[in-house]
């Protein structure tokens, strides 16, 4: 069974006294920073000249460039994207990782594929939020939370995990429960979710059925409506009542025709696939794939969405968006 802990289970007194340096102010390190500040910790900002250097100024915070808050921080915790956290590390922050500080993440990507080797004399630790940054933030001011997992890679200082367990707390986590892992199983699993699932599946599923009904000569408003739109309300009713929840919600008839079809999609041979999918998530062959990609400064991605932007379905989409009010 997974441990989980609660607000119970963690204290801020593993902070007292420290710096907490948040690399990225953007839509995680906005919130989390904001979240922090707000339990009591001393934040600071580190950050390039962009528009987020400017809102967190805005919002009141001590900002610097990323060397200077590495520097200054007692924990450093790297909240910019994936593909760019090992070239900062390198030139500006792995100078500044002293014996008795923490490195901090909020996806081991960079970690567990060995993008970012920190030196044994520093914690390394992991506090995932399971929400976007806007969904935090606005979880936290209501007096709740969301929520996430917790793992320690490096504890020289035999203090990581409590430090993790108060950053966790700070953030808002453990108000909902915070889930203990390894930076393996986050990675592994984070990946395999979004290539599966929610983000590659899904579109590529939603697609296929728009397409099928286009093509056999029906009207796209309604090929859109009816595999994509009513997809919310549906992921709506698993959200808050799993899925069993929402086949006892839906018609007699959507239930019979869901139990019975769906598996002709999700055959076997998919099955294969996404095992597949997982075993090249395993052996770092999508990582090494991905940072090539990015070091190209990802010509494959830019095609691909210049390429799927020109698809009928988003046309349909907007107009229909739009048509609702749903869209400005």
């Not at 420290?18 to 906005?30: D, E, F, R, V």
């Not at 929520?147 to 035999?158: E, K, M």
């Not at 986590?173 to 990946?191: A, M, N, P, Q, S």
């Not at 959200?239 to 839906?250: D, F, L, P, Q, R």
Request: a negative charge; aromatic letters at 8%.
């Amino acid at each position: 069974m997974a441990k989980i802990y609660y607000e119970k289970d963690a204290d801020l007194s593993p902070l007292d006294g420290k710096t907490i340096a948040i690399i990225g102010y953007g839509n995680q390190g906005q919130a989390q920073a904001n979240n922090l500040r707000d339990s009591g910790c001393k934040v600071i900002i580190g950050s390039v000249k962009d528009p987020s250097y400017d809102q967190a100024v805005k919002d009141g915070f001590e900002v610097y460039d990323i060397a200077e808050a590495a520097k200054r921080g007692d924990i450093v915790h790297i909240l910019i994207p994936d593909e760019y956290q090992a070239g900062v590390y390198k030139k500006d922050i792995e100078p500044h990782m002293k014996s008795g500080k923490a490195l901090c993440f909020s996806h081991g990507f960079n970690i567990h594929f060995k993008q970012i080797v920190p030196s044994k004399d520093v914690d390394v630790i992991m506090i995932a939020p399971k929400a976007p940054g806007a969904i935090l933030r606005r979880m936290y001011q209501k007096g709740s939370g969301t929520p996430g997992l917790l793992a320690v890679a490096q504890d020289p200082s035999g203090q990581a995990k409590q430090i993790a367990l108060a950053m966790a707390k700070g953030v808002g986590l453990t108000r909902i429960g915070v889930v203990e892992t390894t930076f393996k199983e986050e990675v592994e699993t984070d990946l395999f979710g979004e290539q599966s699932v929610l983000v590659g599946g899904v579109s590529a599923l939603m697609k296929a059925g728009f397409e099928t009904l286009v093509e056999a000569g029906y009207q796209p408003e309604i090929a859109y409506f009816e595999c994509i739109n009513e997809l919310k309300l549906i992921i709506d009713l698993v959200y808050e009542h799993g899925i069993e929840g929402m086949m006892k919600a839906v018609s007699n008839t959507a239930e019979y025709g869901g139990r019975t079809r769906g598996e002709w999609i999700i055959d076997q041979g998919a099955r294969e696939v996404m095992k597949k999918m997982l075993a090249e998530i395993q052996n770092g062959k999508f990582a090494q794939e991905w940072i090539e990609e990015s070091k190209r400064g990802i010509p494959e991605l830019k095609r691909m969405r210049e390429e799927a932007n020109k698809h009928m379905v988003e046309k349909v989409g907007r107009d229909l968006r739009k048509w609702a009010g749903i869209e400005k």
